[in-house]
C-alpha cells in the first residue's frame, strides 16, 4: 500500500536502498579480489632437527625453480610463463590462473646447513627438507656430583 | 570477473546433485584457464598434487566434469607449523557451448597441471539439393 503510493510519486526510498547496496557490494567485491594472495602458499613442517618446506608450484618443471638457502633463510624465486594460445585467431574465455616471475622468502626457526638440502619436486609439488647443521644442534651436558 | 575469481578459491564446490561424497576430504574448485582456438578448446587446469592417474574427467553431454584426486603424503616425524594451503581433492564442473568431437579429445597431465583438448565437431555441410526436370 505504502510502496505503491510511494510508486506514483515517482520514488521509493526502498528501491533505491536496495539498488545502493548492490552497487556497494559490487565494488566492495572489486577491491577484495584485487589483493592476491601470495604465490606460491608454502606450508612450513617442523621436525627434531629439521624443517621442510612445501609449495604448491603447478604448471612449473624442476629447472624454472631457483632456490638458494643463506643462514636461516630460504629464498623460492622463479617464473611461471604465461600460456600462449598459438593463434591469433583464437578467444580467451577464462583466465583465472597467475603467471609471471614470483620471489618468496621463508625465515626458518633456525639456521640450516646448505651442504645437507633436499629438493624434491613432484607433480607440481615442491618440498624442500633442510637440516641444522651439527655444531649448532643443542648439546646436552652432564653434571658432575 | 572478480567475482568469478574469488568463487574458484580455495572452497568447497557446492553438492552438484545433491548427493554427498564418502571420502572427508577437503575438495577445491581448481583455477582454469580457457581458450578457444579455431578447431579446438582448451582448458588448463591447475591441479597441484595429483600425478597422471588420479585425474577422472567425464563428458556428458555438453557436461564436463574434472576430478582430481590427490595421494596423501605423508610426513612422518614432521608437524606442520604453519599452512598457507591445505591438500585435497579438486572438482570443476564446465557446460560447453560447442558440439565437442568425443573421439578426439586429449588429455595430458604434467607437473600438476592438466592440459585438455577438446576438437570442436565440423559443422553439419549444408546439402545442396538438385531439382529433378520433368
Redesign the interface.
Known amino acids: 500500500m505504502l510502496l505503491s503510493d510511494f510508486g506514483r510519486v515517482g520514488f521509493d526510498p526502498f528501491l533505491e536502498m536496495r539498488r545502493m547496496q548492490q552497487e556497494m557490494n559490487q565494488r566492495l567485491?572489486?577491491m577484495?579480489?584485487?589483493t592476491t594472495?601470495?604465490f606460491p602458499?608454502?606450508?612450513?613442517?617442523?621436525?627434531?632437527e629439521s624443517v621442510?618446506v612445501t609449495a604448491?608450484?603447478?604448471?612449473?618443471?624442476p629447472s624454472d625453480v631457483d632456490l638458494t638457502v643463506r643462514d636461516n633463510t630460504l629464498i623460492l624465486k622463479g617464473e611461471r610463463g604465461s600460456?600462449t594460445?598459438?593463434?591469433e585467431?583464437?578467444?580467451?574465455?577464462?583466465?583465472?590462473?597467475?603467471y609471471g616471475t614470483f620471489s618468496r622468502t621463508v625465515q626458518l626457526p633456525f639456521r640450516v646447513d646448505p651442504e645437507q638440502v633436499e629438493a624434491r619436486f613432484?607433480?607440481?609439488?615442491l618440498e624442500v627438507e633442510l637440516h641444522r647443521p651439527e655444531a649448532d644442534r643443542p648439546k646436552k651436558i652432564q653434571i658432575k656430583g | 570477473m572478480?567475482?568469478?575469481?574469488?568463487t574458484?578459491e580455495r572452497q568447497v564446490p557446492s553438492k552438484l546433485d545433491g548427493n554427498e561424497r564418502t571420502r572427508s576430504r577437503p575438495v577445491f574448485v581448481p583455477?582454469?584457464?580457457?581458450?578457444?582456438?579455431?578447431d579446438n578448446?582448451?582448458l588448463?587446469v591447475?591441479?597441484?598434487?595429483?600425478?597422471s592417474d588420479g585425474v577422472d574427467i567425464t563428458l556428458e553431454k555438453r557436461t564436463l566434469a574434472i576430478r582430481g584426486y590427490t595421494a596423501d603424503?605423508p610426513?612422518e616425524?614432521?608437524?606442520?607449523?604453519?599452512?598457507?594451503?591445505a591438500s585435497g581433492d579438486y572438482e570443476r564442473v564446465f557446460t560447453l557451448s560447442e558440439d565437442i568431437d568425443r573421439d578426439g579429445i586429449e588429455a595430458s597431465?604434467k607437473?600438476?597441471?592438466l592440459r585438455l583438448v577438446l576438437p570442436k565437431a565440423a559443422p553439419a555441410k549444408a546439402r545442396k539439393i538438385q531439382l529433378k526436370m520433368a
Open positions: 567485491a572489486g577484495t579480489a584485487a594472495p601470495e602458499p608454502i606450508n612450513l613442517w617442523a621436525g627434531e621442510a604448491e608450484l603447478p604448471g612449473l618443471a600460456p594460445t598459438g593463434d585467431k583464437s578467444v580467451w574465455h577464462r583466465r583465472e590462473r597467475s613432484a607433480n607440481g609439488l | 572478480a567475482q568469478e575469481l574469488k574458484t583455477r582454469a584457464d580457457i581458450y578457444e582456438t579455431e578448446v582448451v588448463l591447475d591441479m597441484p598434487g595429483v600425478a603424503q610426513h616425524n614432521y608437524r606442520q607449523v604453519y599452512a598457507e594451503y597431465q607437473n600438476g597441471v
